[in-house]
């Protein structure tokens, strides 16, 4: 697919725009500050960057719920400020990548407000339904769906006197894909950023698109069986299996015409459109995404490292994660790896920070895509919020003081932390929209790029070798020495590069004479912050002694 792509073996940074950087010291990040700080990720070596949504929105979960696809919301800036991201990170060979967020808009968007109204064209832009009755005859919903953010999918609306579907917030209407115009307006969507220049999209909640169709179900929505798993109430949406509001079939053609739609852009700009899927399901749905027989498809975001390991996997555990995701993949495919996102616990904080140098190393030594959310790089833990300061809807809506942290996605978002100044470097407002977390003292890019290893000093020394012709186009191999030590090997003929974790809290004597890709000299060319192995020694494969987790 798309040989000779630039993403071929690409570093993609996942920028949260509110909590990056902020220029006017509003509190909150913006276009101008990601401007300022391109040096930053030019230095890194990342080869684009992704951005959440930027576009107008009132933020009720913090730009996924969008009211206009073709304007910059007013706290991250202008379209001025977009052009001139755009022509910075371009002269910085930076490629921008934009969310794109179809399942849908924010009920602000003047599609839903005319959809209410019952305008010809917009009437069934959304999944517009009839309520029943209850017993008592009081209005009810129209079955049992339920929102990932708890509580019933279905909003009753006054003026239509129907209800519509909102699989998140109530202020995020589900478009209906089943309407070939909504379709339409959606491509439209993405020419008109592609006509700006932009490198490719990452594409939100997407097995979530098409609900089953109630023509085959006598003209209604049915009811969700329920999941019976244990500890699930009516308003929790684990309570529910969604088999009616997920990975329908239809999704994926919807998904090759977006592909399509971006091919007819790479002549223009000369360059491989990126396109990468978000969707939690299972790794047969997930495959599908990649194409099929007769179409090209898209990268579905590998999530196998962030649904499957924790601080206990072992070095096979692991091996056998990366191996899940590699003998699933269709021939000819690009793998990539997810070590984090603005949804999920950091890695400090999910796998402890001696983890964070080797789940690093893998996902940027490993086939494909890089995907690294900001602050990763530094080895950034969770922040504290409490209950008062929570603004994220899926904790706001546990009504809970006291269990709301479970899912909580405030932590993983607090701001970037810069340096040991006030506000972590990140704005000198007296209140940024989320706290800082209180280890920014000494968790930051100025400490970590002036101490002699650091997080950030080895993901940078790595994501050089990343570039190289052995980590983008060598044979892989991983080897599971004991149940600490894991070895990944890329190689070509005359280089081979080679990977060493030890996940134990002691040095292990480590053989590599097993693996006979690895030359019998080595040299380090990276070392993580727990190893004592200096830069340029020389190393003999049969006896290499790997401190404690040292990567
Ligand atoms: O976070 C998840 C799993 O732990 C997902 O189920 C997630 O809620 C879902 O895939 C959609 O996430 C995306 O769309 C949401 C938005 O709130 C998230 O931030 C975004 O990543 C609605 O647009």
């Known amino acids: 697919v798309n040989a000779g792509a630039w993403w071929e073996s690409a570093v993609v940074y996942q920028i949260y725009p509110r909590s990056f950087k902020d220029s006017n010291n509003d509190g909150v990040g913006d276009l101008n500050g990601i401007t300022l700080k391109l040096p930053y990720l030019k230095d890194l070596g990342v080869d684009a960057i992704w951005m959440s949504p930027i576009f107008k929105s009132p933020m009720q979960d913090f730009g996924y719920d969008i009211t206009d696809y073709r304007a910059i919301d007013e706290t991250f800036g202008t379209m001025q400020d977009f052009h001139e991201l755009m022509k910075h990170a371009k002269r910085l060979g930076i490629r921008i990548i934009l969310d794109y967020v179809p399942n849908h808009t924010s009920t602000s968007s003047e599609w839903f407000i005319k959809s209410i109204r019952n305008n010809d064209t917009y009437a069934?832009?959304?999944?517009?339904?009839?309520?029943?009755t209850d017993a008592n005859n009081n209005r009810i919903p129209p079955n049992n769906w339920i929102s990932k953010f708890r509580k019933s999918a279905w909003e009753y609306n006054e003026d239509r006197k129907q209800y519509y579907l909102h699989q998140f917030v109530i202020g995020q209407p589900d478009l209906n894909y089943r309407h070939p115009q909504v379709q339409e307006e959606m491509k439209d969507v993405l020419r008109f950023w592609l006509e700006k220049g932009v490198s490719g999209f990452r594409i939100d909640a997407v097995n979530m698109l098409f609900e089953v169709n109630p023509a085959d179900y006598g003209g209604k929505y049915p009811n969700e069986p329920l999941s019976n798993e244990?500890?699930?109430?009516?308003?929790?949406?684990?309570?529910?299996?969604?088999?009616?509001?997920?990975?329908?079939n239809e999704t994926y053609d919807v998904v090759y015409d977006w592909r399509t739609v971006l091919d007819q852009y790479e002549a223009k700009d000369n360059e491989s459109k990126l396109m990468m899927t978000e969707a939690y399901t299972d790794i047969e749905h997930m495959m599908r995404y990649y194409g099929n027989a007769t179409r090209n498809g898209s990268i579905p975001f590998n999530f196998v490292f962030l649904g499957e390991l924790n601080g206990t996997s072992t070095a096979a555990q692991?091996?056998?994660?990366?191996?899940?995701?590699?003998?699933?993949?269709?021939?000819?495919?690009l793998a990539n790896w997810v070590n984090g996102n603005h949804d999920h616990s950091r890695m400090a904080t999910r796998y402890g920070d001696n983890r964070v140098d080797a789940m690093?190393?893998?996902?940027?030594l490993l086939p494909g895509v890089t995907i690294t959310y900001q602050g990763e790089e530094l080895g950034m833990t969770d922040g504290e919020i409490s209950w008062e300061e929570t603004v994220d809807p899926q904790a706001c809506n546990t009504d809970d003081p006291l269990h709301y942290?479970?899912?909580?996605?405030?932590?993983?978002?607090?701001?970037?932390?810069?340096?040991?100044?006030?506000?972590?470097?990140?704005?000198t407002a007296n209140k940024t929209w989320l706290p800082v977390a209180s280890n920014y003292a000494t968790v930051n890019v100025a400490i970590e790029q002036a101490a002699n290893r650091s997080h950030y000093?080895?993901?940078?020394?790595?994501?050089?070798?990343?570039?190289?012709?052995?980590?983008s186009t060598g044979a892989l191999n991983t080897t599971v020495l004991s149940d600490n030590v894991l070895v990944i090997t890329r190689s070509l003929p005359n280089v081979t590069v080679v990977g060493v974790v030890n996940l134990a809290n002691s040095t292990q004597d480590v053989?590599?004479?097993?693996?006979?890709?690895v030359p019998k000299k080595l040299t380090v060319v990276a070392s993580g912050v727990s190893c004592t192995l200096e830069k340029a020694f020389e190393l003999e494969r049969g006896n290499l002694s790997m401190p404690a987790y040292c990567a």
């Not at 690093?360 to 940027?364: G, P, T």
């Not at 053989?511 to 890709?517: G, R």
Request: hydrophobic share 35%; net charge neutral.
């Open 124 to 132: 069934d832009y959304y999944i517009w339904a009839n309520g029943t």
């Open 457 to 471: 000093k080895f993901y940078k020394d790595v994501v050089a070798l990343k570039h190289t012709s052995a980590v």
């Open 405 to 427: 942290q479970a899912k909580s996605r405030d932590p993983c978002r607090t701001p970037f932390h810069w340096d040991n100044s006030t506000n972590a470097g990140f704005s």
């Open 318 to 333: 692991i091996q056998s994660t990366i191996n899940k995701w590699m003998q699933a993949m269709p021939a000819g495919k």
């Open 360 to 364: 690093n190393m893998l996902a940027l």
């Open 511 to 517: 053989d590599l004479n097993p693996i006979s890709v």
């Open 230 to 248: 244990p500890g699930y109430g009516p308003d929790d949406y684990e309570y529910l299996t969604h088999i009616y509001t997920k990975d329908q």
